[in-house]
């Protein structure tokens, strides 16, 4: 194995130039809102695009908790550095498209009002986003399997007709090209390390392969939008299965998890995980409401 560009399987021809490939560390950036045009675009259902930017922010929303949460846990300092600047760059998009959902409900709820104060079935995130963190290889392959298909997703919907969308979805999906070339190269780096490395990797593939497919059923209000994350399925696994096979890892086969009476994360319904993650999240804004510091 040669610890030397992991991704060059994965790259492709227009990629972002050398100098932004790991722009993700830093401050001093853009905001990629500046200037855009915030009215809902013609022909487009504002409650519709409210309800999907819900869905997407919650699942950064979600997955950032989880990230911060390997602060003082994670093997080594720099990669709880790591890990938080990942975190933070999912809050970061969190934090616009729960402002997105807001502005077009007719709720009139800010970012804040939306992460702190709802309750867990209100939450549209799919449910690999929420699972216990467990070892350090789920931490990275949960990160590589989630950011491959957003990065994806995120591409697509650089071109969707609603100018917030769309400028969010650009500047994010930089950011989860470094999430997905960060998980991929410690999956690479332990799938194909020592022989219980490679066993602990290979346990968490199979245990969070199955919530992957979450990812890829469609929902009604994706549908109604023209966003089908179906489509995505082949690629996103096309990606996935180089990775693997320099990290000496079969590619899982194995079927999705089950939904609960056809509903799953998009429609409210979550793990027992959910419940202790929210409490962790929400607890200071409920213990002091309207503070402000």
Known sequence: MS?????????????????????????????????????????????????????????????????????????????EVAL?????????????????????????????????WREESAYRNVRLTELENGDFAQCVVRLLLFATAREVLYRRLADHPDPVLSAVAALGAKELAYHREYAGSWTVRLGDGTEESHRRTRDALDALWP???????????????????????EPVRAA????????????????????????AGRHGVHTEAMGPLLAELQV?????PGATW
């Not at 969190?94 to 992460?115: F, K, M, V």
């Open 240 to 263: 996935l299965a180089a990775v693997l096979a320099e990290a000496t890892l079969p590619v899982p086969d194995l079927p999705g998890r089950a939904y609960v009476n056809g509903r």
């Open 3 to 79: 610890d030397d560009h992991v991704y060059l399987s994965l790259a492709e021809a227009g990629q972002e130039p050398a100098g932004e490939a790991r722009w993700a560390y830093g401050t001093g950036f853009t905001d990629p809102l500046l200037g855009v045009d915030a009215a809902p675009p013609a022909g487009i259902d504002p409650a519709d695009l409210a309800a999907y930017c819900l869905m997407l922010g919650d699942d950064a929303l979600v997955l950032s908790q989880r990230l911060i949460q390997w602060v003082t846990r994670a093997p080594e300092l720099e990669e």
């Open 211 to 233: 919530w992957l497919d979450e990812l890829f059923t469609p929902h009604e209000v994706e549908l109604r939008l023209g966003v089908d994350p179906s489509e995505l399925r």
């Open 84 to 116: 938080a600047n990942l975190g933070l760059d999912l809050l970061g998009q969190a934090r616009r498209l729960l402002t997105r959902a807001g502005q077009l409900d007719g709720s009139g709820r800010d970012e804040d009002q939306l992460a702190y």
């Open 284 to 288: 200071l804004a409920r213990a002091h």
